[in-house]
């Protein structure tokens, strides 16, 4: 089942039970970050916003609202405030569009003991039990043979839906002790995907994607696939299952932020980047120079040069959103006693003495404003003394740019389960705060 999305306007989106209808509808449009891209820009090209490329030269004045893509899979749409960023600095909101998953390899079409296999491999902390048995999507982008020597290459995004692929379980008659000693998969042994059998009649993987994408086998040149959960998200009262709410959560929260920000004298910006899950160090994930670039572009097309550049940084405030840890009923003593963040208590202010998160007392105070701003209640999540923390794109931008930075995120459970639970409850609260740090 596919949900049918629509441009959408906060007007539309008044009740939790909206947006959360809402954040459904853009978890399944978004089974890899080129989708999710695509989704985004979608929306953004709705609500009036303009595409800018990077390869262009930029004239920007106040109000302009536009959006650029580096190689697909990452975004960063602005608002040009009333004042120059060097007097006002730069409201941000960062999020990550990519989730842990299966990559698939350049040669994926395998086939052995009389099945069709796909070849794959992890990308980034999967948790591996979850994927077993599960119906499988294959979604990303090819990139097309040219047409001639030289010509540009077309690139088009592939769904293969309806599930195609699987990786079994292992019967428990052939390991009993995995109840005893855990699973324990091999990921280039035990986490193989079965597409079907050699002798069913079904297509090869590479003839369905090529199919899906409407060309022959042959015209494939390259291409960037990943599996994704075919089960489409869905509602139980307040709570929100689905795949990938680690990180689209946060794109889908900054993204309705943004559009509900009033104009206001500071440039609003929203950067949804690539490759978080691992390790954010390619040219479009936070360690690279997305960012820095549109900053540089951003005030030099304002008027600004160097030194204004350095002004606007100081002056700005990035609120990085990502996924934080709610409380689990059944592992409660994996928490902090003092910091046990609740599904439906608000967004979440992550912290670490060691600066895993970014925040520090400035930061966040600047969204405590925004959340007293917005009436929303925030809770406060750091980890346990002797459980190392997680981290994410928060101190990687920070680091590389100079912006004061506050990391924070609406809680979940099971996060980098192939299904996520978020609540209802929690996007609202999340949006309006993020709306209302973007509308300073
Ligand atoms: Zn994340």
Sequence with gaps: MTRPTEPTTPARLRTDADLAEDLCAFVDAGPSPFHVVAEMTRRLDAAGYRPIAEEDAWALAPGDRRYVVRDGGSLIAFRVGRAAPAEAGLRLVGAHTDSPTFRLRPTFDVRRHGYRLAGVEPYGGVLYHTWFDRDLDVAGRLLLRPAAPGAPLESRRVLVDGGPLRIPSLAIHLDRSVRTEGLKPDPQRHLVPVAGLEDDGGPSLLEAVAASAGCDPDAVLTHDLVLADAQPASLAGSAVRAAR???????????????????????????????????????????????????????????GDREERARAVRRSLLVSCDTAHAVHPNYADRHEPSHQPTLGGGPVIKSNANQAYATDAAS?????????????????????????????????????????????????????????????????????????????
């Excluded at 040219?283 to 304002?302: C, I, K, N, Q, W």
């Excluded at 981290?391 to 990687?396: M, R, V």
Aim: hydrophobic share 45%.
């Design 364 to 440: 966040a105070a600047g969204f405590l404003a925004a959340c007293a701003e917005a009436g929303v209640r925030a809770q406060h999540f750091v980890s346990r003394a002797d459980l190392p923390c997680g981290s994410t794109i928060g101190p990687l931008t920070a680091t590389r740019l100079g912006l004061p930075t506050v990391d924070v995120g609406a809680p979940i459970l099971s996060m980098h389960s192939i299904r996520e639970q978020a609540d209802a409850r929690d996007i609202g609260p999340l949006r309006d705060a993020l709306a209302a740090h973007l509308s300073g």
């Design 245 to 303: 709410l680690d990180n689209l959560s946060s794109c889908h929260a900054g993204l309705h932020a943004l559009l509900a920000a009033e104009d206001g004298a500071a440039t609003a910006v929203l950067v949804a980047n690539d490759h978080e899950e691992v390790g954010s160090g390619t040219a479009e994930g936070a360690a690279g120079s997305f960012l820095d670039d549109v900053l540089d572009r951003l005030v030099a097309a304002t008027g």
